[in-house]
């Protein structure tokens, strides 16, 4: 059996007194689709921002290969490149730049977190959009854009460093029927590419038609 690409180990967070995640251990493998559930405020937010390195948590360890996030302040921009080539986030609201096209969004983090040439950033860039579906819609600002349309720029801006994890926070909350398919359809042929991803999501239907494992977040703690 092969490395997981995320180890997470007694992950410990308390906020305003309360004890919002007590312990959780949890592997996603490679090629692994995980979905994470639980009612609203249990959490699962909260275990993808900390997997970004974008929350601090009380104790325990999170680590991908050869990169390790321990507890107390989340580490500055400038020790964090080994991780950002590791892992990418989709964000419920996308959080695309609103001043930037759709290619400059997907561009931006390449050339100025990773130090990539403009030419390497802008191929890789309109190869994914192509891949995505949204090629045609490269020069478009997000206000431009239809909502699936813009979650699948955050996707490809996800992708660009080629992540061996991709994590996305709810992204089936703003899609019809239709789209929850095609959305369902494009994670799987991630996956089937090797890529591990860690999804959290309150969809049942989708969670049961599209992940290899549910994990459902209550009180804390962790359950299969």
């Not at 290619?103 to 040439?117: E, Q, R």
């Not at 020069?139 to 801006?157: D, H, K, T, Y």
Request: aromatic content about 2%.
């Amino acid at each position: 059996m092969s490395d997981p690409v995320l180890s997470i180990r007694g992950l410990r967070l308390a906020r305003d007194g309360r004890e919002v995640l007590r312990g959780i251990d949890l592997d996603v493998a490679p090629g692994e689709l995980c979905a994470l559930m639980g009612p609203s405020g249990a959490g699962k937010t909260t275990i993808l921002r900390a997997v970004a390195a974008l929350q601090a948590f009380d104790a325990g360890e999170i680590r991908l290969g050869d990169v390790v996030l321990g507890p107390g302040h989340v580490p500055p921009q400038s020790k964090l490149g080994a991780l950002r080539r590791k892992v990418g986030m989709v964000f419920q609201a996308h959080a695309l730049f609103e001043h930037l096209t759709a290619i400059d969004n997907v561009t931006l983090a390449p050339v100025h977190v990773l130090g990539w040439d403009a030419a390497r950033a802008n191929a890789t860039g309109h190869q994914l959009l192509d891949a995505l579906g949204v090629g045609a819609r490269a020069a478009a600002l997000p206000r431009q854009l239809s909502g699936g349309e813009a979650q699948r720029v955050a996707i490809a801006r996800a992708l660009a460093p080629d992540p061996a994890l991709l994590l996305m926070d709810e992204p089936t909350a703003a899609l019809d029927p239709a789209r929850r398919q095609s959305l369902g359809e494009l994670l799987r042929g991630l996956a089937g590419q090797g890529r591990a991803l860690l999804i959290s999501t309150h969809d049942v239907d989708f969670a049961e038609s599209y992940a290899d494992r549910v994990v459902t977040l209550g009180n804390g703690s962790l359950s299969s």
